[in-house]
């Protein structure tokens, strides 16, 4: 008999990823979305669409069943726009408070929490799961919002709910268009600013699906799980998107100090035009610090297995060709080896 997930968050990056994964691996899903939702990649995938939204408990109640085998929480705001910040709270923090009632109240046998590498704050160096979380006390709502929610899920833990707690570091990979995706967008379009002068790690997002349903299988209920595959400084990362995508690199990366002025300035503009900036204070802070995620426990909990940095960029690149993102020259470029295939 087919396992049951429900998915929440189905419509985004990471959830398209692991609804795509569930399914190939048999599990029934319920692919959890909002009315307003884009369904145009979820409706290729064999899952059965319900509709709700997180922030509505009443919603979540009508569309989870009883008993599902998993739920799996991936639903999330990852904006760094203080203007946005209530709206986020009620989806990372609220939001999470609900699924965890839900999952409760139906009996959920599990539930696989997406948290981040964010709700251990901004550090330096190298990290794992013994790190101490400073998320809490960020002056970064994303952060602060991340590791509330982990609170949340910690306090269904103490009321019997099994929960797993996934900590993906950057997620690189097919169904992005808003995260390191725009990376590679800006650099095909020549419009790429300058480059942090940070550094992290990457994974690939379909390495992300694969250990969620791991956890969900064997993960260690109240546990925490980073999960990373490759590190790299953005500089390097930029200069593998452009040999992707056959467009000059970059030489230098640009200073901290000049990403947090315009930064700065540009919080300042978005309060008299309204329009969100692309470089937010919150933004330069995080892109110019340099973290590093260790998941050794994840590689033997769970059997993560790591990916190559260009192998993920290569994938994406192949992937917004496809979709018609790119340049007619990137275009080719990337799609030139499947047309050989």
């Known amino acids: ?162 929960a797993v707690i996934m900590n993906p570091a950057a997620i690189v990979g097919r169904y992005d268009t808003t995260g390191w995706a725009q990376v590679i967008l800006r650099v095909d379009a020549g419009r790429l600013p300058g480059v942090p002068p940070g550094g992290g790690s990457y994974c690939h997002a379909r390495a992300v699906a694969q250990a969620h349903i791991s956890a969900a299988e064997r993960g260690r209920c109240g546990e925490n799980y980073l999960l990373s595959g490759a590190d790299a400084t953005t500089l390097e990362f930029v200069r593998m998107v452009s040999e992707a995508l056959g467009r000059p690199a970059p030489k230098r990366t640009t200073p901290a100090w000049v990403l947090g002025l315009i930064g700065r300035i540009g919080a300042w503009t978005a309060y008299v035009t309204n329009r969100e900036p692309r470089l937010t204070p919150e933004i330069a802070a995080t892109v110019s610090r340099t973290i590093y995620v260790d998941c050794t426990k994840a590689q033997h909990e769970l059997g993560n297995v790591p990916t190559g940095l260009r192998a993920m960029i290569g994938e994406t690149v192949a992937w917004l060709a496809a979709e018609g993102l790119l340049s007619e020259e990137s275009k080719r470029r990337a799609l030139a080896p499947l047309d050989r295939q």
């Open 1 to 162: 008999m087919a396992r049951t997930a429900f998915v929440t968050g189905a419509t985004g990056f990471l959830g398209l990823n692991l609804v795509e994964a569930l399914a190939q691996e048999d599990w029934h899903v319920l692919a959890l979305h909002r009315r307003s939702s884009n369904l145009k990649h979820l409706s290729r995938l064999p899952a059965e669409r319900v509709e709700g939204d997180v922030t509505d408990a009443v919603s979540l109640l009508r569309a989870l069943p009883v008993g599902v085998d998993c739920v799996f929480h991936a639903a999330g705001d990852t904006n760094m726009w203080s203007r946005h910040d209530a709206r986020q709270n009620r989806i990372n923090i609220d939001g999470t408070r609900n699924v965890v009632e839900v999952a409760l109240a139906q009996r959920a046998r599990r539930l696989v929490h997406t948290s981040s590498i964010s709700a251990y704050g901004i550090q330096t160096g190298r990290i794992d799961e013994d790190s101490p979380q400073l998320g809490g006390r960020s002056w970064i709502n994303y952060q602060r919002s991340k590791y509330a929610a982990e609170q949340e899920v910690r306090a269904g833990i103490a009321r019997g709910l099994d």
